[in-house]
C-alpha cells in the first residue's frame, strides 16, 4: 500500500518560513519523478515544483521560482519544499505526489499516480 504523508505545515506571518516534508512507502521511491502542488480556497489545484527520479532535475511555477527549493533524500525516502519569504497568497493546502519516472510531463497533474493527504499552510499579513 502506498503512502504518501505530508508534515510541516502551519501559521506563519508574512515573510517567514516553513518545510514541508512529505514520507513515502511502500513504492520504490527513486524510481518516481516527485511533485508539490496546492489548491488554495475557490480555487484549482496548481503546480508548483517538480524533481526528477535520476538526476534531480527541478522545474518551478513563475510564482514561486526562486522562493521555494524542492529537494529529495532517496535514502529517507522523503522529499522536501523549502519555502522562503511566505506570502499571504502562499496559503493553502499542499500536496506531494509521486509520477512514474516514466512520466512525460513534471507539471501533467494528471500523470502523478499517488498524493498525499495534504497539509494545511495559512501565511498572515
Known amino acids: 500500500q502506498v503512502q504518501l504523508v505530508e508534515s510541516g505545515g502551519g501559521l506563519v506571518q508574512a515573510g517567514d518560513s516553513l518545510r514541508l516534508s512529505c514520507a513515502a512507502s511502500?513504492?520504490?521511491?527513486?524510481?518516481?519523478?516527485m511533485g508539490w502542488f496546492r489548491q488554495a480556497p475557490g480555487k484549482k489545484r496548481e503546480f508548483l515544483a517538480a524533481?526528477?527520479?535520476?538526476?534531480?532535475?527541478?522545474d518551478y511555477v513563475n510564482s514561486v521560482k526562486g522562493r521555494f527549493t524542492i529537494s529529495r533524500d532517496n535514502a529517507k525516502n522523503t522529499v522536501y519544499l523549502q519555502m522562503n519569504s511566505l506570502k499571504p497568497e502562499d496559503t493553502a493546502v499542499y500536496y506531494c505526489a509521486a509520477q512514474p519516472f516514466s512520466g512525460a510531463h513534471l507539471r501533467g497533474e494528471s500523470e502523478y499516480k499517488y498524493w498525499g493527504q495534504g497539509t494545511q499552510v495559512t501565511v498572515s499579513s
Open positions: 524533481i526528477t527520479w535520476n538526476l534531480g532535475l527541478t
Open positions: 511502500g513504492l520504490t521511491f527513486r524510481s518516481y519523478n
